[in-house]
């Protein structure tokens, strides 16, 4: 026993009491959830068979071995309260009918070969679950971290509170706009300047190679210039084209809804992506140009290498 004390029993008819009066225990603790109006118990221990009974002669679900996470999820979505211990400050056991949670409905559907329990409606709409099926375990781990890319996408654009258009649109606009403000210098900063603006090329380059060649063959009108290179396409064409896009929005005051143009990976044209839904949170462009910044500055700062010598292996025989 716990606290390093133990009973000696000598009479088996003791014996046989100690072990009604657990079951009598257990039996009080269950009667505590059920007449506080629970129909719904989860644990994350096991539930005895005995224990058992008691629920289904109540018709009450107990569910054992739930996870901790879920249990908190559970909470959450019901408005429930994870009890530790029925324990009270005066030692007795007492059970608070505010302590349970409220759901719509709690079902046990089956999903392929496997038994969920469903819990509809709650407290709070803010929580649910989302159940991803695939072929194959392959295929359901790119499905879930595809998943999981878009909800931070979209929980970082909430974030920042604006959010600006995607497919090299930013990218494209402020090197045109560098390469403009470089030429007003006379220094030779007018170098590091242009320098950073064809860096920023990078990106939408980058956008047309990979996303022209990922895509699936699409049933579309004849091709449109310039995708990806692995697709037998030369990606800097659709690039040239977007610089003159957004060189066109900061010369000509009437080409101004240029600025949010971008490339649109599945049909090959500029278009608006602001108004296409193709968009990106203002904070993550920020801080992907100023980490960029950051690291190519401290790559430049170092002066100095230290390279070792191949050791020089001894001739055979010597």
């Keep these: 026993m716990a606290m390093g004390v133990s009973v000696v029993v000598t009479d088996p008819k003791k014996l046989e009491e100690i072990r009604q009066r657990e079951a009598d225990i257990t039996k009080e603790r269950i009667q505590l959830l059920l007449k506080a109006g629970a129909n719904v118990i989860l644990t994350t221990k096991g539930i005895d068979d005995m224990?058992?009974?008691?629920?289904?002669?109540?018709?009450c679900i107990a569910l054992r071995r739930v996870r901790k996470d879920d249990m908190r999820r559970i909470a959450?979505?019901?408005?429930?309260?994870?009890?530790i211990t029925l324990a009270d400050m005066e030692g007795n056991e007492s059970f608070d009918a505010s302590l349970l949670g409220v759901a719509d409905e709690v079902s046990e559907e089956r999903i392929c070969d496997d038994d969920h329990l469903?819990?509809?409606?709650?407290?709070?709409?803010?929580y649910c679950s989302v159940l991803l099926r695939g072929a194959n375990s392959h295929m359901l781990d790119e499905v879930e971290r595809s998943l999981h890319d878009a909800l931070c996408a979209v929980k970082r654009a909430l974030e920042s509170s604006?959010?600006?258009?995607?497919?090299?649109?930013?990218?494209?606009?402020?090197?045109?706009?560098?390469e403009n403000f470089a030429t007003t210098l006379g220094s030779r900063e007018q170098l590091a300047i242009a320098e950073f603006a064809e860096a920023?090329?990078?990106?939408?380059?980058?956008?047309?190679?990979?996303?022209?060649?990922?895509?699936?063959?699409?049933?579309?009108?004849?091709?449109?210039?310039?995708?990806?290179?692995?697709?037998?396409?030369?990606?800097?064409?659709?690039v040239a084209k977007l610089r003159a896009t957004h060189h066109a929005a900061?010369?000509?005051?009437?080409?101004?809804?240029?600025?949010?143009y971008g490339l649109d990976c599945i049909s090959g044209e500029i278009q608006n992506n602001l108004q296409a839904g193709i968009i990106e949170p203002a904070l993550s462009k920020v801080k992907m140009i100023q980490f960029a910044t950051e690291a190519a500055i401290t790559v430049l700062r170092i002066d100095d290498m230290i390279k070792l010598a191949p050791e020089e292996q001894g001739q055979h025989g010597m």
Excluded: W
């Design 250 to 260: 900061q010369t000509d005051p009437t080409k101004a809804e240029y600025k949010r």
């Design 76 to 83: 959450k979505l019901t408005g429930g309260t994870m009890m």
């Design 51 to 59: 224990a058992l009974k008691y629920f289904v002669e109540a018709g």
């Design 200 to 238: 920023l090329l990078v990106i939408p380059k980058q956008v047309a190679r990979t996303h022209g060649a990922a895509l699936p063959p699409q049933p579309r009108p004849p091709p449109s210039p310039a995708l990806s290179v692995n697709a037998a396409r030369d990606a800097t064409e659709i």
């Design 118 to 126: 469903v819990i509809k409606g709650g407290k709070s709409q803010r």
């Design 162 to 178: 604006s959010v600006v258009p995607g497919g090299g649109c930013v990218e494209s606009a402020l090197s045109i706009y560098l």
